[in-house]
Nanobody, 122 residues
């Protein structure tokens, strides 16, 4: 079934950039709405960004207010990969980031990546 493998996390200085990748196995990727969540220490997991399924000309993206203008979610259906480009990173962005595949409409439950640590610190 669907399996998500994340990469791209790490340590970056404030104002820097990171690009997270989430590669999905399986042939149903193009049909799946994908998202990125994050969970900071002592805080609940929050939705960061989401991109819908469908044709490439009909994707819809949304973001949590705190990352608007700084983060960009995108997908490459040919590579079965979703990305999160993070620019102008702030210490407040420090969290474990989780890739999410909204597969519940297909197989009855969502699939999650293992999590990627993003640390923004000087």
């Amino acid at each position: 079934q669907v399996h998500l493998v994340e990469s791209g996390g790490g340590l970056v200085q404030p104002g820097g950039s990171l690009r997270l990748s989430c590669a999905a196995s399986g042939t149903i990727f193009s049909r799946i709405t994908m998202g990125w969540y994050r969970q900071a220490p002592g805080k609940e997991r929050e939705l960061v960004a989401v991109i819908t399924s469908g044709r490439s000309t009909n994707y819809a993206e949304s973001y949590v207010e705190s990352v608007k203008g700084r983060f960009t979610i995108s997908r490459d259906n040919a590579k079965s990969t979703v990305y999160l480009q993070m620019n102008s990173l702030k210490p407040e962005d420090t969290a474990v980031y989780y890739c999410n595949a909204q597969t519940r409409l297909i197989i009855g439950y969502d699939v999650w990546g293992q999590g990627s640590q993003v640390t923004v610190s000087s």
